[in-house]
């Protein structure tokens, strides 16, 4: 099973910051590497795919990077809505595994 | 519009079984490999299980294998769960999230989850 280690735990950031949070797998995942954007009482929602692309309906303030075992995900500027948990999940191997979660909160 | 919508969820014994239930909508649901990933309260997100698009193939996390059965009725447009010999640490909010027309894929949509809870 791939560990999917994410950090820090807890990212506190004044709104129209920039946000920048890690995602490491214990195997090489390829690019095959997806975020989730998870705000309180409501399901996670795709955010990136393909380690790069962005899903649908979120703006160019979000960005992915990486391949193989080292992954970021960027926040350019902070806005209000994004204070949330963000999940790393690797999609290249079965069990399909998540990283433990990155908490965005308002400084 | 993709929907998919649990239902199913409740409290229950230990030992107990339920069947959960999820509706997809707005799309063509026998093209698409699905899952279900469970998020115990206050925790992270852990998936439980797989199946293919006609269902002749599935996979489960090994917290659950034996105890679980993942199936999907496409004439109906559902995918389900059945949970059984249930234990404290399957207490949970159940989700069912789409996969994509292929194994390799992530999950592009995800239902807003039922609660299962396992208490006596």
């Known amino acids: 099973e791939i560990v999917m280690t994410q950090s820090p735990a807890t990212l506190s950031v004044s709104p129209g910051e920039r946000a920048t949070l890690s995602c490491r797998a214990s195997?090489?995942?390829?690019?095959?590497l997806a975020w989730y954007q998870q705000k309180p009482g409501q399901a996670p929602r795709l955010l990136i795919y393909?380690?790069?692309t962005r899903a649908t309906g979120f703006p160019a303030r979000f960005s992915g990077s990486g391949s193989g075992t080292e992954f970021t995900l960027t926040i350019s500027s902070l806005q209000s809505e994004d204070f949330a948990v963000y999940y790393c999940?690797?999609?290249?191997?079965?069990?399909?595994?998540f990283g433990q979660g990155t908490k965005v909160e308002i400084k | 519009e993709v929907q998919l919508v649990e239902s199913g969820g409740g409290l229950v014994q230990p030992g107990g079984s339920l069947r959960l239930s999820c509706a997809a909508s707005?799309?063509?649901?026998?093209?698409?490999?699905m899952h279900w990933v469970r998020q115990a309260p206050g925790k992270g997100l852990v998936w439980v299980s797989r199946?293919?698009?006609?269902?002749?193939?599935?996979s489960y996390a090994d917290s659950v294998k034996g105890r679980f059965t993942i199936s999907r009725d496409n004439a109906k447009n559902t995918l389900y769960l059945q949970v059984n010999s249930l234990r404290a640490e399957d207490t949970a909010v159940y989700y069912c999230?789409?996969?994509?027309?292929?194994?390799?894929?992530?999950?592009?949509?995800w239902g807003q989850g039922t609660l299962v809870t396992v208490s006596s």
């Open positions: 999230a789409r996969g994509g027309t292929f194994g390799l894929s992530y999950f592009d949509c």
């Open positions: 707005g799309f063509t649901f026998s093209s698409y490999w």
């Open positions: 199946i293919n698009i006609d269902g002749s193939a599935t």
């Open positions: 195997q090489s995942v390829s690019n095959n």
């Open positions: 393909g380690a790069s």
């Open positions: 999940q690797q999609y290249n191997s079965w069990p399909r595994t």
